[in-house]
């Protein structure tokens, strides 16, 4: 929802929930592409919390007998982290 509110400040009014999915559409389907922008940020969230929490992820899964096959790379929790800054 921060994206939401981001985005009712800049037009200076709220945004009803219409002009909110329209928003969020392509601009190729005469949205605001927002929608790529939010696709982008749960990305980054998601590579930043398990930079932040990986290991116990890691300890649990290993105690549970499944250990986790391939963690994210190192350039991407950098790249994800600079996105969310």
């Known amino acids: 929802m921060a ?9 200076g009014v709220p945004l009803t929930d ?24 749960a990305a980054a969230t998601y590579v930043a919390s398990w930079m932040s929490s990986g290991w116990e992820a890691q300890t649990l899964a290993a105690a549970l007998g499944r ?7 190192e350039a991407d929790a ?8």
């Not at 999915?21 to 940020?41: C, F, H, I, K, V």
């Not at 250990?67 to 790379?73: C, F, G, M, N």
């Open 3 to 11: 994206l939401k509110r981001a985005t009712d400040a800049f037009a």
């Open 18 to 41: 219409a002009e909110w999915n329209q928003a969020m559409l392509p601009l190729w389907l005469g949205g605001a592409g927002l929608g790529a922008l939010s696709d982008l940020m």
């Open 67 to 73: 250990p986790i096959a391939q963690l994210p790379e």
């Open 78 to 85: 950098q790249d994800a982290i600079q996105i969310l800054v």
